[in-house]
């Protein structure tokens, strides 16, 4: 099956820093990929799509000032949150799906972010 | 805007009995409904998938079924074990225009020995 590789799994830091997550997708070549946050116990809620080239694309209601999505090459989009605050404290998971499918999305292992 | 609804939130079940998890979506152009099992911590793995031109679809001891009528969709698990003890989402997308995949909100399944 398609790898598709999150860094860094998680991280702290200060209130008012940025924090950049990278997703990989390691074997293949991946068109679009989404981002979704997910709190405690509650579901995986999109943030924004990432098309390789073009402006993400946010979800109504995310800051795409605050999150910064950049979807360089087929291979790897970043996420940077910055001037982070504690209320941005969450588990970020990326996903790709695969050039010349329509269909399957294959998840990063997520990363969990903790702002003090 | 698109909206999948899961029902129930928590499902408790005693080893080897069946469970269902039941979910609806709004978006009529939906297409593809995959659903996923996540552990605390990790990501989501993908464990069946349906498209709209079928109306079940069965590998081992789990099921789905779709009612494109209806606009709902549910898995069923068989044979219950503990290590099927997770949270399972369910998912709608207009798979074949590249869609973006709207989650359900989730149902935390616990399997007692």
């Known amino acids: 099956g398609a790898v598709v590789s999150q860094h860094p799994s998680w991280v702290i830091c200060k209130s008012g820093t940025s924090v950049k997550i990278e997703c990989r997708s390691l074997?293949?070549?991946?068109?679009?990929m989404f981002w979704y946050r997910q709190f405690p116990k509650q579901s995986l809620m999109l943030m924004a799509t990432s098309n390789e080239g073009s402006k993400a694309t946010y979800e109504q209601g995310v800051e795409k000032d605050k999150f910064l999505i950049n979807h360089a090459s087929l291979t790897l989009s970043t996420l940077t949150v910055t001037s982070a605050h504690p209320e941005d404290s969450s588990f970020y998971i990326c996903?790709?799906?695969?050039?010349?499918?329509?269909?399957?999305?294959?998840f990063g292992s997520g990363t969990q972010l903790s702002v003090l | 805007g698109e909206n999948v609804e899961q029902h129930p939130s928590t499902l408790s079940v005693q080893e080897g009995d069946s469970a269902v998890i039941k979910c609806t979506y709004s978006?009529?152009?939906?297409?593809?409904f995959p659903w996923y099992k996540q552990e605390l911590g990790k990501r989501p793995q993908l464990i069946i998938d349906?498209?709209?031109?079928?109306g079940e679809k069965k590998d081992q001891r789990i099921a789905v079924t779709l009612n494109k009528t209806a606009k709902h969709f549910s898995l069923h698990i068989t044979e219950t074990q503990p290590e099927d003890s997770a949270v399972y989402f369910c998912a709608a997308s207009r798979g074949n225009q590249g869609g973006k995949l709207i989650f359900g909100q989730g149902t935390e399944l616990s399997v007692k020995p």
């Open positions: 978006d009529s152009a939906s297409n593809y």
């Open positions: 349906i498209r709209s031109n079928v």
């Open positions: 996903s790709a799906r695969r050039v010349a499918t329509n269909e399957k999305l294959f």
């Open positions: 074997d293949f070549q991946a068109t679009t």
